[in-house]
């Protein structure tokens, strides 16, 4: 037979079910593939290892691996009673401090609300305290002062009306007790050189759309950040009394204070942790006009205070949880 017409088409017949033979073959494998995987989950799900079993924390033994909360209002009843509702259910909270300066003392019947409610949200058998630091005088400073007692060193200081989930406040303080002796929180901003003045040595105050255009910040304001608790000794003792001075005054500033003190001390820029703000309350100072201009005299009047060292340190670095993002 050879060469005859008839031996290249059975070649030919003879390669395509070589052919359709690899394909199936290559099809059953992804099969048996996807079906591994989900008989995998399948599995995981008979044994109890669901999502919410691997993101819930564990209850805490030790003051050290807790901290507490040192919130900031002024006559907002009801955002107060959201906020603790809300914080009294978080695993990780020892404490929660109310810094009062209004001048009458807190209402009865407010006082006793938040107590049943923390009562209420008590979990395995630990009542998150509250006590409310009564200040006399109306200032700034007061949320800042030294408390006596305090059975933690961590320090999670907030105001009334912001609020995070508690998943997100637990992922927080471990990336405080990573760097404690820094702040650590969630609304970065930025002291940026003034070159419109023509002066060297000036600096103006960069907000949150100047951090999201470049990357780059120096501060994480106290409405929502961890710092040592060593601090609130340093600010109401030893830091200068005419920066308290001057706070008290023009009722501002008191957060980048705050912000220059533990860089004066710590040699280190702050951490900006990525977590969802869910604010409950209206606009505060922040929505003012002229509101960048009066931090930027701050920033100006603090450095030299500070006898013209700027201790604000820019940083880019920011931390975000693994576990809630799908892709790297």
């Not at 008839?6 to 394909?23: D, E, G, H, N, S």
Request: charged share 20%.
């Amino acid at each position: 037979m050879r060469g005859s017409p008839f031996r290249r088409p059975v070649m030919i017949q003879r390669l395509r079910q070589i052919a359709v033979t690899i394909k199936i073959k290559l099809l059953l494998c992804c099969c048996i593939g996807l079906a591994v995987v989900f008989f995998a989950a399948r599995a995981s799900d008979i044994m109890g290892w669901t999502c919410d079993d691997c993101t819930t924390p564990l209850p805490y033994s030790s003051p050290r691996k807790r901290y507490a909360i040192l919130m900031n209002t002024w006559k907002r009843y009801d955002l107060l009673k959201k906020s603790v509702s809300h914080y009294t259910k978080c695993l990780g909270v020892e404490s929660i401090h109310i810094v009062w300066s209004e001048p009458a003392p807190p209402p009865v019947s407010l006082v006793t609300f938040l107590q049943r409610t923390a009562k209420a949200n008590s979990r395995h058998g630990r009542e998150a305290e509250l006590r409310f630091e009564i200040n006399e005088e109306d200032s700034l400073n007061n949320r800042f002062k030294e408390i006596k007692g305090l059975k933690t060193e961590a320090i999670f200081s907030v105001d009334d009306d912001v609020i995070f989930a508690c998943s997100t406040l637990e992922f927080a303080f471990t990336v405080w007790q990573s760097a404690p002796q820094t702040m650590v929180g969630f609304v970065p901003r930025m002291h940026w050189i003034d070159r419109s003045k023509g002066e060297m040595g000036r600096f103006r105050y960069g907000g949150w759309w100047s951090v999201w255009w470049t990357g780059t910040y120096s501060m994480v304001l106290s409405k929502a950040a961890f710092f040592h608790s060593k601090y609130l000794d340093i600010y109401t003792n030893h830091m200068p009394s005419s920066i308290r001075d001057y706070i008290t005054k023009n009722r501002n500033c008191e957060d980048i204070a705050m912000s220059f003190l533990v860089a004066n001390v710590s040699g280190a820029p702050p951490v900006w942790v990525q977590g969802k703000i869910y604010e409950i309350g209206s606009s505060g100072i922040s929505s003012l006009g002229g509101h960048s201009e009066r931090r930027s005299q701050c920033l100006n009047w603090f450095v030299e205070e500070y006898g013209g060292i700027m201790p604000l340190l820019p940083s880019t670095l920011k931390a975000v949880d693994s576990r809630h993002i799908w892709s790297w």
